[in-house]
């Protein structure tokens, strides 16, 4: 290395640095040739003292004093050093901070590795054997070989940095050169500058030249200066003659060519620069340098892509060539991506990323050393065989290995973002299912293993927010992750301890329920911590969205040009940026998927995703392609069509992610728009003109943008098969597009001359920018059917409130009647196109006619405002007659819209309060513009509610009802008149506390209101039942308590409204009774109304008794307990006659004894005593009570045995705490008076107590979603029976009753099946699911409108046949929605066994249930079984002999139950391949419910006794089904037969054990039956244990076949990779020794006279393959010191065959072929500095890899042999010229 001082002085460039700018700057600069001396200098000192160590530990010998030379390394080192950190500030040249910090980087660690030798060379001067230190020499030997050549190749690198640098200037000027018009004066300027330019790149270019050895880039560089000395005078020649003579077109086209040239040759000198940007050593497999980044990696991925494609055509066509070319690509694109990854591994700051990479490299590598070898073969063969099958489909497989390998690459190339956060919690999330499994089955031993796994998945989250947090630049973002990931790790630690402590206490005792709780909830608050750590790191907005979206459109558009232009530059920098910008498009999209509340937004954006996904990688792959194919020939039409097709596609790819979130967009802009038209106002009103035109850009900006988003939101919706709506969406977008030009206008006049004509014109161009923004936004947010709804309500509030105003005697303006008209206008549009889609050919009519009459109406209205004066009473009557028949043909439009009042007031009711609420936070918040803001929202929502409920109310047949409705509208109405009031009195005193209180008081009765409104009116008569039975209970609770207080005129009159109350329930329910087409639903509810009739009697005899005597015990005692049958008897109505699932109708009861017990809960926290005495007089106890019985009866009505008796123990424990805390509450009530502090505390702990059983109770009685699926299935399947069957009887009420419950049931199920797809990890069974949801939104509208014809046309077979396919397609719908087939599996054997022993007993009931039971089951299990052909012959077996019978009829009962469990087995068999670990796990339940079931009988425990019963029944016949099916499974016949024994076995005691079970039941007493029953058990339980028995044995030989088979794939594994090993290694054996063998080769026939130059070179090179052939065994062997003594011997010969070529070129006359001989001569020079370099790292090595040595051997090897062989030619050359 040589000190150089440079002056640079630069006056013509304006791009200069000023660093450059500096006159005699002092700068250092490595020279080639100094460089390999100093490296080889340094190499050969380290090699010697690497080989001491090496002898010394082979003859454990003492190491010589090895001192002297690491001194001198050292001060070598050192020098070098230095000047190396002084040049790494010429990186701040080119503004490259990074680069000069990683050459310091560098020569700190050279440094340190120096020292380290240094200091192990000083401990072995005094302690020879010293093993540590002779292992810190090595280290440190190692660590300098190593960075050094990282130094020198950074060096290098700056070297072609600056040569490209001065490039790119050359580009710019040349630019700027033909840019100019003819005549500017600056010509002369631009012109010097790019000559000069030219100049400086001419010398930085030849002097790169001189520093390389390479002969083929050398004569590239020589040629490209060349040209560009020659074509810069042309060019500038050209253009001069163009600006003399602007109509000279011939100069101006001949300079664009030379133009050309001159740019082709810019990028040629660019390419080889780069190219040698590895000189002088390609060491890169070490630890070097690799100037490619990812682009570079997913370039390749591409690459190796189409020449896929290319090498099966090729072979298809038999075109050997061209399929060898493909092969060498693809072989050559993989092993750049392994390169290039290594490389991004080495410089990745993130361990994670870091790792991924080297994972992905590592498998490449293997991939490449293994595949690629074979795919080469079954190219060859296939080429031989064209039609053999199995070989293409080997190549496939191949090639699709290949893919995956250059995929991972590409994929772990990826910069850590949210997607890993995400990744890492859906890893949480499966362990966290895991551990629940394990809790349920009470599998401790699972549990131990899974909840590590729960606190590692948990620890990786954290870690891997953490590691994003560390790679965040923007500092808000950062410590908004890092804020997260504090508090996560801080919740995470407390709970990971309470954790632990719950595991030791399931360790002492597994079935501890509460324990089981605790850790459950535990669990999901882990959960919930995790998904907030994903929300809290996703960061994307649907704005990013959009100007992301706007990129990729300009990036598309700068493509196509770039490439018709045929500009290769452009064209790869456009590719790159839309490949990118699509990537970053679909995480923001993935991060507002994970973060939205918005369901249907991210229904959308999943959607399209995963669409996106699947396509991205094919429309890139193809996009390369034709954009390359067009750059090589802007010509061909072919091409550019396929380019053109290829960006439509991604064009359409980029719209629907946009699309999805368009609504969001739309919603956004919206506000925006109306905010700075608020701006606009205020702006104009307090004069300033200024920011009034600023405002109004802002505005006409919005409203371009608006309609930008409309466009793509209108192919959004016609891509989801709504033309009609997309279609008024875009006319829609025209429309507000053009209130842009008469709002400028209108403010530009008012700005000019502030008129009230000109005002006036103002605010009328402002409302109608605010009405047309207003009507795009419905028609995007809102489907057609939706915004009828919201003109309907809009127009039926403005009709009502002009109507009114009328009366008032109130002059009504012709705006309002304008706006009024233009929305009825609307409106008749809307249900035209609304008609359209309509199938039934009579609705379709009804609403067209509807339509037709409200036009009419609107006619006449304009026609009447027209033509009379409005303040004329004749015209106001006209006009108020118009107005009260527009009111009805609007509510009958709405009707015959297919629409249902009672269903939207249910779904409006959550919006509206949530309104409600964000008007509560914005007056919180004190924000005037957004209350204001809020309040507009919540009353468009309350008038849209009001007129729901109105349509409602005509519906309704009951007047009490009605009148409660009407009431209620009435009181709502109220209310929100009084809103607008209140909140302007609050904006006026924002301070005033009596103003706020009184808003959010009026608020909170608003809120009251809606709830109420809704209720009344979407009561089914269930719900009309069950509020009936509240009332009649409260009734009774007053009777009682007037009784004590001996007030007979009071109990008579609460007597009578509660026998009111009681006949309104038993006609009601007889009317249920004779609706219903379930037989045994209505003989269930005729019974009760039956008994429920006499209880009344029973109750009022008790009533008489108490009052004739009042101070009797015995008779309140009888009175109490009439009250408490009749409670009994009206749940258990209420429940036969609910056709909801009974689970969810039990946590729906708790739910609301909850809400109960909470607003208890809170007034006594209060601390307010009027709250308090208010909250405990609105605590009824009749009603808690009644509550509790529906509890009770809801769950009688449950079918899974263990999930009734885990309600029921819930709901017993509920029951105590309830009663506490209505006993607290009573004596508070009988205290009178202020409610002492004393009786607060105590109504808080146990209404605190009573809330948490209520949760227990919710919990148990919810499961999960796929069982509440499968149960909806059910009953909607019951549902849709019913339509058809009243639809073909001609019922008319029973239809409209069914179909109301039909859109009920289809709601809730849209909901569960909206929760399951939001649980599915999998995104394509999301997707499915959001589809089957959308989908089955809309069955009902057909299904009414085919079911309400046939009503009238019973005999319609067009009809029939329309009907029964909406049926069949809602079945279709809910089958693919219903996916859990095992579970329904077992529910049907279980009641196949219930039946049997039903038959057995002859008990009808039992028989009735089951048969109920049994239908259910056949449902769900019908598509996957032969179950429902032997199910339907136990029923008709059971028809035929329906009693008890004789004993050949039961003989026939239990055949046909047996000959359904075999299919059931038959079915399990086929979808459980490990009915073994079922059986197993099973094995803990079926005892402890058999123990139970025997101790609850001893302690005559009578539902005890009957629920054990249940879940012993269930958990044994599942065991007996299992052990069926593990027969079908195993191959040994004895435990074939053994298992079908047991089962047999088990199946013949369990009717037994039911009759057993209710002779207990029947007497508990009765101690024999109690022992029988016991004796039953055992023997049940003997034979279950037989069956784990044989499952534990089945279990232990499948894991001795599976371990016998891992060990067996293992050997061929390692049996493989040793012969593969072996033929590597015989493979670069031969190559270096093949390398050696070519030299030989090459000399043996050449005369080696010793007197001559040119023999004394053969000789020396003949001497040099001999040492080859010695490397090549020293290799092989992994001799140590013998490569070393090898190495440098070689040096040693080389050096001398390097003098001996400059003597032969002295005597050569021909100065190309001098220079050809002396850098051939060099290149074998640098090839042994690097065999020396690769022996010394390879001998300081403990654990360096072998073939990656053997590798960089087998290279130079060549290299080294190449080089020898072009000297010898180029010499031979020489003397043939020579003679």
Known sequence: MTLVIETTTTTTTTTTTSFERKEKRKIFEYKGPFMDQLLEAVSDAVSSIVLYSVEADESNAAIPNILPGAQTVKGTVDFLVELAIKSAELWKNFNQPDMRDKMVETCEAIKEACANLLEAATILANMPFSKPAKKTLLKGAKGIMEHMVVLLQQADLYEVTRLIRAARRVESKLKIFVGLEPGEAYFAQAAQDFVTTTVDLGKIVAKRTGEIDDFGYKRRFEDANTQLKVEVPVILQYFAYYQRDPNDKTALVEGGKVQKKIQDIIEEIIVVARLSAKSPFDLSMIAGLDLRDEDDLKDASILIAHEREKLLSAIEAGDGKEANRALKAIKKGLGDQIVISKALAKSADNPVQRKRLEDAARNAQHILDTVIAEFGHAVQALLAQPDNEQLLRQLRASMHRIKEASDQMVTSSAKLSSNDVAEAQRHLEDSIDKARGDIARADIGALNRDLPKVMESFNHVIEMAETLARATDNAEIKTHIERATTEARKRGSTIMGHVERLRDRLEKNPHDAQAASELNELLNQLEAIGKDLVKATSIGTSEDLFHKHASIEEQLAKLRQAALEGDKKETQAALRAVRKGLADEINIARSIARTTDDERLREDLEAAILKAEDDMQRLIEDLYKYANATVENPSDSKAIQSLDDIINSIDRLNASLLGAVSRELIDNNTKEIEAKLSTLVRDIKTGDQQAAVQTLKGVIESVKKQ?????????????????????????????????????????????????????????????????????????????????????????????RKIRANLEAGVPVSMNELNNLVKRMANQVKLANQHASTLKDNNAKKRLLESTSQLNNLVSLLVDACKSGNMQDPATQKKVKDLLDQSIKVNMDLFNLSGLSAADELVYGTPNLLKLIGKLEEAIARGDPDEIKRCLKELQEEINKQIFLARIAEASIDDPERKKQLQDAIMQLESLNNSLVPSVMEFLANPNSKEARDQLNNLLKRLRDGVELVSNIAATSPTEHLESKSLAVANEMSKIVEAIDKNNAADANEHHQRALAGIKQQIQLSKHIADTTSNIPQKREIIDLTERLEKQALVLSAAVKESLANPKSAAAKAKLLEAAAQTRTLMAQLIAASSNHVPEEQVAATAASIKRDLEHLATAMASGKPADQKQAIDDFKEGEQLQKLEQLKAYNDHVQDPFLKKSINDAIVDLESKLTSTIKAVNEAQQQGGAVSQDKVKAIKASADQAIQSSDRVIKASTP??????????????????????????????????????????????????????????????????????????????????????????????????????????????????????????????????????????????????????????????????????????????????????????????????????????????????????????????????????????????????????????????????????????????????????????????????????????????????????????????????????????????????????????????????????????????????????????????????????????????????GLMKDLSEAARTNDKKGMLTVSKLLSEQVAIYLQQAKDTAAKCTDPKLKEQIITAAQAAKNWTVQLKIIAAVKAASDDDDPTSNKQQLVKCAKGLSKAILETINTVEIGSIRAK
């Open 1264 to 1665: 999960s979603t796929e069982e509440r699926l499968l149960a909806r299935a059910v009953k909607i399947g019951e549902t849709l029976d019913r339509v058809n069957q009243s639809a073909k009887k001609g019922s008319k009420g029973d239809v409209e009753n069914n179909v109301k419950e039909l859109r009920e049931e289809l709601g809730e199920t849209v909901n569960l099946i909206k929760q399951a797809a939001e649980q599915s990890r999998d995104p394509h069974k999301k997707v499915a699911l959001n589809e089957i949801a959308d989908k089955l939104k809309n069955v009902a509208q057909p299904i009414s409108s085919s079911a309400s014809g046939l009503a009238d046309k019973p005999a319609d077979a067009r009809l029939q046949q329309e009907l029964q396919q909406s049926i069949q397609q809602a079945k279709d719908l809910l089958g693919r929605a219903v996916v859990n087939a095992t579970d329904a599996i077992f529910k049907a054997n279980n009641d196949v066994n219930h039946l049997a022993s039903a038959t057995q007993q002859g008990d009808q009931k039992n028989i009735g249930d089951a048969l109920l039971s049994l239908q259910d089951s056949e449902k769900p299990v019908t598509p996957t079984t032969r179950f429902y052909s032997a199910s339907v012959g136990c029923r008709r077996k059971l028809s035929a002999h329906p009693a008890k019978g004789s004993r050949s009829s039961q003989t026939d009962h239990r055949l046909e139950c047996q000959k359904a469990i075999q299919d059931l087995s038959a079915s399990l068999a086929a979808t459980n391949a490990a009915p073994e670990e079922k059986i197993i796990a099973n094995n803990t339940v079926a005892n402890h419910e058999a123990e139970g079931l025997v101790k609850s009988a001893k302690n005559k425990d009578k539902k005890g006794t009957e629920l054990h019963t249940d879940t012993t029944r269930q958990v044994l016949s599942e065991q007996a089904l299992l052990a069926r099916a593990l027969a079908a499974h195993t191959d040994n016949q004895a435990r074939k037969q053994e298992l079908v024994a047991k089962a047999n076995a088990i199946e013949q005691i369990l009717p037994q054990i039911d009759i057993a079970s209710s002779a207990v039941q029947a007497n508990p007493q009765d101690k024999q039956s109690a022992d029988k029953l016991e004796q039953l058990v055992n023997m049940a339980k003997q034979n279950n244990q037989k069956i784990v028995n044989e499952a534990l044995a089945e279990k232990r030989e499948k894991e001795e076949r599976e371990k016998q088979i891992k060990i067996k794939q293992q050997q061929e594994k390692e049996e493989r990779e040793r012969r593969e090993k072996e033929e590597r290694e015989k493979t670069e054996r031969d190559e270096v020794a093949a390398a050696a063998a070519k030299i030989k080769e090459r000399t043996d026939a050449l005369s080696k006279d010793a007197n001559t130059a040119e023999g004394k070179l053969y000789s020396t090179a003949a001497g040099i393959a």
């Open 707 to 799: 309609a930008a988003i409309a466009g793509v939101a209108s192919t959004h919706i016609a891509s989801n098969n709504d033309e009609p709506r997309a279609e008024r969406v875009r006319d829609r977008a025209v429309d507000l597009t053009n209130t842009g030009p008469d709002l400028v206008k209108s403010v530009k006049a008012l700005l000019t001359e502030s008129s009230p004509a000109n005002l006036q014109e103002l605010v009328a161009s402002i409302n109608n920018v605010r009405d047309s923004n207003r009507d795009l936004a419905n028609a995007v947010l809102l489907t057609t059917d939706q915004e009828i709804l919201e003109n309907a309500a809009r127009i039926d509030a403005d009709m």
